[in-house]
């Protein structure tokens, strides 16, 4: 129950109907056929919904978890982007218009805010919305080809409506991006409204089961009620108000989806990955250990539970931080919602740099999965390729990594500068006001205490020699952009430094406040393992300052791999732990009952290339 908490009923729920628990095997679908296959279940789990009355968002996200196996269905944008941005930038009168019609599914939304020619530098969107006063309505329009609204999820073929973020004119002054309640289609005919040229962008990397679309404007009217008025305002007559608020209100469901996507996407995925490749490599012999003697388990080499421990560690670390992202999303998100807006800067430092940093670790985990699965890794019945291809997109959807590293570093700079000047900081960051000690007081212990001041020192750092290097960049005549991009390299690292602190951090707290002295102890290795891999794949870091030396450094070596010993006897048990259901893992390599190789054989006999099929076998006579 580490993990659960109140998810298990919905789980079971969901498990009884018979469409989510032995749908067809996507694995066998043309893309077309994986599409449709969703849209099935969509419509079946909004009918659960009513008949088990999931209304509250967590029970239905338990629900979603077994209707939509390591997928996105067109809900994700509508649930996770539409409806959040009418309640966060809508006023009263809109939340009440669209809101109830979009939770009971009367009308289906997505976000529309990337374009052909710019997702990232949204400053640089062009798509405008020119307000009217004598109709009273916004014209939206694509003046080039570069201002086509490209990727939303859910706009090919699905959505009805959007919220589109467009440029505000009025009477010629460019007043920034706003955000705008769109309908695109008829809700009769479904078909798109005049003025809009719309369809799917094609088949992706992943995402099968979304249609990402595009979307062309042609003088397309909205009434002006449809601008979501909640922080700014057009008057009939054209008069433009406003709260004197961060601008930045609008770029809210980004940090949302940003702050969820930690736990939902990285947590989620490498923590399926790694039941999948353990549970896997407790049933998989080969080769020989000693003479004469059975094959091992491929659990029982050293150089598995090398590839695999410390992933599974990683596993447990994404997870805890992810809840804790969360929380602190809801937490700062309720004091801006009270007006105490100073914490929003650190909320969009941590969410941006935790997405990256997590997002990317977990993406390299679930391949380092596969591979560890041998051949059968490789085959779509282990399940891997579909888990890594969906994860994986989560390092460029919501902000690519990099940028979001630097948006990351850009409060760090921020901050640490201030600390310069004598203000103190707190919440993530407030070790930038401590005086951090120069040697590492690492010893054979091993205390997490210690492990979590050697990362302290390491992001600490890092931070002061980025800020440093910035300052030295701009005194050699360099302006600030100039500055900014040639130590750009840097500054991604040290935001990276910063979160994996922060990563070490919470699962240290995680293990204090476990009760169970057993559990404890468990989990424990599993931190320690976490940070002393993060010491020796990043010992240059630790080294180059003389914060830790040989000596220690061989330590550490050596404590890993006497972690691994430690940990095996106990690591299915931690992979059960996650409690997934086979339906969620997809995969017939990580299934519960250990049934592995009976199981690939049925599988491939279903394969439909081995169905008779006329031209292939003209083909082949
Ligand atoms: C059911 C619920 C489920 C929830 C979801 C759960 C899981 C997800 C599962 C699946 C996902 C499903 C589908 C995926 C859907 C994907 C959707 C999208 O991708 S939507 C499009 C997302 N697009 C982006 O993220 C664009 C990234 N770019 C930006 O955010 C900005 O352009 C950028 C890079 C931040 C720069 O902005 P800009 O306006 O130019 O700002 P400056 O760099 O000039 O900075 C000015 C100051 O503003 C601060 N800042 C920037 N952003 C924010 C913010 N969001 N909040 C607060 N403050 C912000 C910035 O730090 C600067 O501050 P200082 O001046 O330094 O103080
Ligand atoms: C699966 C998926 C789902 C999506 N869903 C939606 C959706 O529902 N709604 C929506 O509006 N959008 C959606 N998007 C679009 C997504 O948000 C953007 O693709 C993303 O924000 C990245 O922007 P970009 O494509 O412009 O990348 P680019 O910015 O073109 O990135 C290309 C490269 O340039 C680098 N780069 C760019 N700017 C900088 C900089 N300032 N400094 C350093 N390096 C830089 C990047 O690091 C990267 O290496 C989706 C995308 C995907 C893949």
Redesign the pocket.
């Known amino acids: 129950m580490l993990f659960k908490g109140g998810g298990l009923p919905h789980e079971s729920l969901a498990l009884q109907e018979k469409l989510f628990g032995a749908g067809p095997d996507y694995n066998f679908m043309t893309r077309i056929e994986r599409f449709k296959n969703s849209l099935v279940r969509v419509q079946h789990f909004i009918r659960c919904c009513a008949r088990y009355n999931l209304h509250d968002h967590a029970d239905k996200k338990w629900f979603e978890g077994v209707a939509f196996p390591n997928e996105v269905s067109v809900l994700g ?1 509508h649930s996770g ?1 539409f409806i959040p941005t009418l309640k966060e930038q809508g006023s009263e009168e809109q939340i009440q218009k669209w809101v109830p019609q979009a939770e009971k599914h009367q009308i289906m939304g ?5 374009e052909l020619g ?4 949204v400053r640089g969107l062009e798509t405008t919305a020119t307000y009217d006063p004598k109709t009273e309505e916004f014209i939206l329009n694509s003046p080039t080809l570069t201002s086509i609204k490209w ?3 859910g706009l090919g073929r699905t959505c009805n409506f959007g919220i589109v973020m467009a440029l505000l004119y009025i009477d010629g002054k460019n007043y920034g991006m706003h955000p705008f309640v769109v309908q695109l289609r008829s809700l009769k005919t479904h078909e798109p409204l005049p003025g809009l040229t719309m369809g799917d962008i094609g088949p ?1 990397f992943g ?1 099968d089961t979304v249609d ?1 679309g595009y979307l062309q404007f042609n003088h397309f009217g909205i009434p002006r009620e449809n601008m979501l008025m909640k922080y700014c305002q057009v008057l009939k007559n054209g008069t433009y108000t406003k709260q004197t608020r961060n601008p930045k209100f609008s770029y809210g469901a980004m940090i949302f989806v940003r702050s969820m996507v930690v736990y939902e996407v990285a947590g989620q995925g490498l923590a399926k990955a790694c039941t999948i490749a353990i549970r896997y490599s407790a049933i998989r012999r080969q080769s020989e250990l000693k003479k004469s003697r059975p094959e091992p388990q491929i659990l029982d080499y050293q150089t598995q539970q090398y590839k695999l421990f410390p992933l599974l560690a990683l596993a447990y670390a994404v997870w805890f931080t992810g809840v804790r992202m969360k929380e602190i999303y809801f937490m700062v998100n309720n004091e801006i919602k009270q007006g105490h807006t100073e914490r929003l800067p650190e909320l969009h430092a941590i969410s941006s740099g935790l997405k990256a940093f997590t997002t990317s670790m977990a993406s390299w985990g679930i391949e380092r999965c596969r591979l560890a699965c041998g051949g059968h890794g490789y085959s779509a019945a282990s399940g891997l390729p579909k888990i890594y291809v969906n994860a994986t ?1 989560g390092c ?5 990594n ?2 979001m590293l ?1 948006q990351c570093a850009r409060f760090l700079m921020n901050i640490y500068g201030g600390v310069k000047n004598g203000r103190r900081p707190s919440g993530s960051v407030n070790y930038l006001g401590e005086r951090i000690s120069s040697r590492c007081t690492l010893t054979s212990e091993f205390t997490l205490k210690s492990l979590a001041d050697a990362f302290k020192h390491r992001a600490a750092r890092m931070i002061k020699e980025a800020s440093e290097r910035l300052n030295r960049l701009q005194a050699s005549g360099n302006d600030p952009e100039d500055s900014w991009n040639l130590n ?1 390299v840097v500054l991604t690292k040290a935001a990276e430094a910063h979160c994996h602190y922060y990563m070490v951090l919470v699962f240290e707290s995680v293990v204090e406040s476990v009760e169970d002295n057993c559990v404890k102890d468990i989990l424990r290795q599993l931190c320690q393992l976490l940070a002393l891999c993060g010491i020796q794949e990043n010992s240059g870091d630790f080294i180059q300052d003389g914060f830790l030396n040989n000596d220690q450094l061989e330590l550490v070596k050596q404590k890993q791999l006497s972690l691994l010993s430690e940990i095996r006897p106990n690591a299915v048990l931690l992979v059960d732990a996650f409690e997934f259901h086979d339906v969620q893992l997809g995969s017939i390599l990580g299934r519960f009952d250990g049934n592995v190789y009976e199981n690939l054989f049925k599988w491939a006999k279903k394969t439909p290339l081995n169905k008779p099929e006329d031209l292939i076998h003209r083909l082949l006579r």
């Open positions: 944008p982007m997505t976000y529309i805010q990337t710019h997702g990232t530098f990727w939303p999820g992706k995402f990402n997109g460029t959807y919501e902000g690519e990099t940028v630097l750009s």
